[in-house]
DNA sequence: CTGAAAGCGCTTACAG
DNA sequence: CTGAAAGCGCTTACAG
């Protein structure tokens, strides 16, 4: 059906081999040999074949980007400059989605049709990363790392959090919960930490009927604030794990007549681009998504072109975004 | 590095071709052989390789998503039942995405290694779908389509938009504008269509100075709700094109002071689920994204298997669904 | 500058 | 039931 190197060979009357060099441009074909090859490749509408090079080369000009949830927004902010940045080195990149955080089946990562691997939503005792490098297959952490030796692109999440316990103790809060995210994930730990020291370090405290973890899922924050703000004493302030949970928090608030931040003040952490929406205007910790995602790309396009180099992690800065979702705390809600 | 079904051969000492005939339970095989390449397979992590199954076989068992950008909030909802449906199917699920509606370049879709194409951001003239066909590429329409012969699954976009301009006759709006989407994708030209048909069928008319056409995008939505909002006689209903420019249009007039549905009235389309959040309240059409995205893939997988059938289009009937950014004209309003 | 040969890692008739 | 051979569509030494 479709024209392969052959048929392109005979249209030209040279050897196949000869139709790729020409159609390569690499040196050495004369330039009528080039010019007649590349009009029968042109007649025939021949594309070429990429399976049959990447067997024959080994390589595939290809790398995975593996993720847990695709409807989760935060990951397109992450995804998009991936695929631009790969695009421009030669590289596709293809995305990975399964049902568990730790995504697909093992299999297709390392079947040999992927040159290397960025890991965007690993979980902290996940074997995928031990696996990838006993194979010898590059891989970058993004946003997520476990302790696995390897390159990571990272935000210093105990310092970003650390600010929003700042945040909290300088409004005066002292009835402080969290919805915060998975403890087996480096973000949910790492954030939790960093909050929790920070309101120590000020000498609050996080009450602990107003502490629960839930995955980075909007609905999940829902359900969390809804349980919390049914408490008889409901607390003042709330940090969540992430905008997305956030998001839901803030919306199941308004659901329940709750006003933010009249009655609730509530962080987020990222900054994805809903936050900053009018209807929003969620307070949270800006992360530069965009940079993450490349920084990570191109640590793993230098572990590609040199296995051997030592790892680099980058942790990049995070700092604080005050919209409209927080508040210094009210006299009667201190009562 | 990586072993081959060589490797496994040699430890088992077997042949190459039995490994592959062990491994893949093809019947014929002695049980004890059997075992035994598996124990090799196993002891050498064996993965087999998909490039050199695909070359072999010339079936990839793998199918691509064209869209044209994934930080729009309305394709994720496609995207992740396809995946979910091709992954079930034994089909790697592959999304690109390029610069233009047009997407990523040609020669990636038909170098060999897809073995079919949703097309979920097709422009009307595009020439892909007849390139496609010309190549004998298995393809299937989604939510947008063109004039091209091929399988579809859309949403009836005329009737959908008939609804909205119901609507807004029973609200007693008489000052009617909209933001449209691109008049050069199928979408955009229905929804236009079916909105003004139905305004015209009650003896109502857009307002000529209070139309524009945008791309569907968040920023498009609020810079045309700005400019039309800026009117000396702005218009106090509004349909927009689909639910993310509805959703830049809400943000703006929260902006800008403009109670929606106070002084205004928007409309979308689509209903995303962002459209339903308690900040949002997006009066909208709703489509069941997750039945059309399944109609699609399924239709992608019948053509797979059998290239010869006739095509087939099929058309969702959407709703209405009512929220709180509609409201009957008021008074002050139409003076 | 160009062709013949070998090989990338599989599968699939074809023998036996 | 199993092996030897051929082939999928390329690229890359190796000759000439």
Redesign the interface.
Known sequence: ??ATSKDVARLAGVSQPTVSRALRGSSGVSLETKRRVEKAAREL?Y??????R??STRR?RRVGIVIS???N?FY??L??PL?DLFARHGF?A??F?GQDDDGPAF??L????LDGLVLATCQINSTLPDCLA???MPFVFLNRETDAAADSATVDNTYGAELVGDLLAELGHRSIGAIFGPPATSTGRDREAGFRSSLARCGLSLRDDCVTHVPYA?DRGCVALESLMGLSDPPTALFCGNDVIA?GA???A??LGISVPGDLTIVGFDDI??AA????QLTTVHCDLEELALTAGELLLKRIADPGRPHVRKAQRPRLVLRQSHASVTPSATV
Chains 1, 2 share one sequence.
């Open positions: 059906m479709t509408r594309v070429l074949s990429e399976r049959g990447a067997l595939n949830d695709l409807t927004p397109p902010h995804v998009a695929y596709q293809v995305l989605t299999e297709e390392v079947d040999g049709s006993g194979r010898g909007f998001l803030l919306n199941k308004a659901e681009t809903l929406w009018q209807r929003i």
